[in-house]
């Protein structure tokens, strides 16, 4: 998201599936798995600066992305709104693949229906990281998406 205009000069024909949800919901989230990743090679994360170039990356790369979209690629684009992949995934995938032009066999469906119920019995729960801790208020936050989630979320 930080570069589609330099993926767009390399692949000039890309087309893009973008999901979408509220990231004001799920920023902390993310800073909590950029923790659990960078604590695989040091001791001395620092979540303060994880939590910000986390705010940082995710505000910038939407915002070039809504830019890029609005610069003639938006039909380049197949939209997933997270809620509805949530509540029918092979629904979703099905659309896909029918705005790709890609048949969706019947033992695709039943590999899909099967992968889906095995990754949600291994799902861990969801992480209860505290926004403090990486120096994030949410309700500063939230403004930086606000464009964003009044287009995408609600406009659709």
Known sequence: MLSLDALNTVFPDARFVMTHRDPADVILSVADLYADIVGGFTDH????????LNVEHWSVGIQRALQFRDGGADKRFYDIDFRAMQA????????????????????????MRAWW??????????SHADPAAFGIDIDQVRPLFADYVARMLHGH
């Open 45 to 52: 994360v620092d979540l303060p600066y994880l939590g910000r």
């Open 88 to 111: 029918d995934p092979i629904r979703e995938v099905r659309g896909l693949y029918a705005w790709l032009g890609e048949p969706v066999s019947d033992d695709f469906e039943s590999r």
């Open 117 to 126: 119920a095995e990754a949600a019995a291994e799902r861990e729960p969801s």
